[in-house]
Nanobody, 119 residues
């Protein structure tokens, strides 16, 4: 069955960095675009970043552009999100999700990894 498992979250000071990972299994990873989405109590769900099949095209929300970098390794079936210059407003639970053309939406989500930015 399809599984997405995030890791790498934690507590970090403002200006710090984290690298999130999302390990995928149960499907042909290279055939799907992948998303990172975050959720905060105040803002709800917020799209963060997207990567295409091979990592040749990436997209970012304006709020993270220039600070976050999405990448993927289709041999390891893993998508990454490098978070740099973290701000308090980046505090959220970060989810990876699989995009499907069949429904033109996100059909599978991981359980999330929490990121807390605080001094």
């Amino acid at each position: 069955q399809v599984q997405l498992v995030e890791s790498g979250g934690g507590l970090v000071q403002p200006g710090g960095s984290l690298r999130l990972s999302c390990a995928a299994s149960g499907f042909t990873f290279s055939m799907f675009w992948m998303y990172w989405v975050r959720q905060t109590p105040g803002k709800g769900l917020e799209w963060v970043s997207t990567i295409d099949f091979w990592g040749s095209s990436t997209y970012y929300a304006d709020s993270v552009k220039g600070r976050f970098t999405i990448s993927r390794d289709n041999v390891k079936n893993t998508v990454y999100l490098q978070l740099n210059d973290l701000k308090s407003e980046d505090t959220a639970v970060y989810y990876c999700a699989r995009f499907t053309m069949a429904n033109y939406g996100l059909d599978y989500w991981g359980g999330g990894t929490p990121v807390t930015v605080s001094s």
